[in-house]
């Protein structure tokens, strides 16, 4: 069981923002919020999690909405290597599973 | 940086056969994860052990059995392989809490 909801794919021009929307609305209070991504024919990549918090680092930020039922990530500056599909997970904090939903595919165009 | 080693990219194999696959990760982590993936139906998870000699399934351990006799260490065992068992397979690593967990970079087996 997934409990996220996400596009289906979104294009996005080289050097602008990327903000990929993601449905939680089932979330609970100690679950927490994570993105990957997958570029083809390789293994998911971690990018960031949070709890409640908006969170940045090195590749992206997350902005959670206030009542958690939402997240965005940001990618500040595209570029064609962010072309992947990004996968919302919504993670409890005992356990350990991640499930992956179908995820957004994000085309990052010239 | 963080390294989920997976023993093979590509494998062929022939139905019948017993299948082995192996992931090593270098973290210490406690817990790792086998998933298929396959078009259309995103990555599901097989089984995951959380402890040396612990495992639970995830949701399709139907036709696979697992072993993790070391840490760092985790094997899926695909006992007599089927057609329908073709699939991209990742092996991911992780610690306890609300930590990342590392993907490798998957074996896409073929059963022929």
């Known amino acids: 069981d997934a409990k996220t909801t996400q596009p289906t794919s979104m294009d996005c021009a080289e050097g602008r923002a990327a903000n990929l929307p993601c449905n939680h609305s089932?979330?609970?209070?100690?679950?927490?919020v994570y993105w990957y991504r997958q570029i083809h024919s390789q293994g998911p990549q971690y990018i960031i999690h949070?709890?409640?918090n908006n969170e940045t680092n090195e590749m992206a930020s997350l902005i959670i909405t206030e009542d958690r039922k939402s997240s965005t990530l940001i990618l500040p500056h595209a570029t064609l290597r962010d072309t992947a599909v990004y996968y919302c997970?919504?993670?409890?904090?005992?356990?350990?599973?991640?499930?992956f939903g179908s995820g957004t595919k994000l085309n990052v165009k010239p | 940086d963080v390294k989920v080693t997976q023993s093979s990219r590509y494998l062929v194999k022939r139905t019948g056969e017993k299948v082995f696959l192996e992931c090593v990760q270098d973290?210490?982590?406690?817990?790792m994860f086998w998933y298929r993936q396959d078009p259309g139906l995103g990555l599901r998870l097989i089984y995951f052990?959380?402890?040396?000699?612990?495992?639970e399934k995830g949701d399709i351990p139907e036709g696979y059995s697992v072993s993790r006799e070391k840490k760092e260490r985790f094997s899926l065992i695909l006992e007599s392989a089927s057609t329908n068992q073709t699939s991209m397979y990742l092996c991911?690593?992780?610690?306890?809490?609300?930590?990342?967990?590392?993907f490798g970079q998957g074996t896409r087996l073929t059963v022929v």
């Open positions: 991911a690593s992780g610690g306890q809490g609300h930590t990342e967990a590392f």
């Open positions: 089932t979330i609970s209070g100690n679950e927490y």
């Open positions: 949070g709890l409640k």
């Open positions: 997970i919504v993670r409890e904090y005992n356990f350990n599973k991640f499930y």
């Open positions: 973290m210490d982590h406690e817990n």
């Open positions: 052990s959380y402890d040396v000699k612990m495992k």
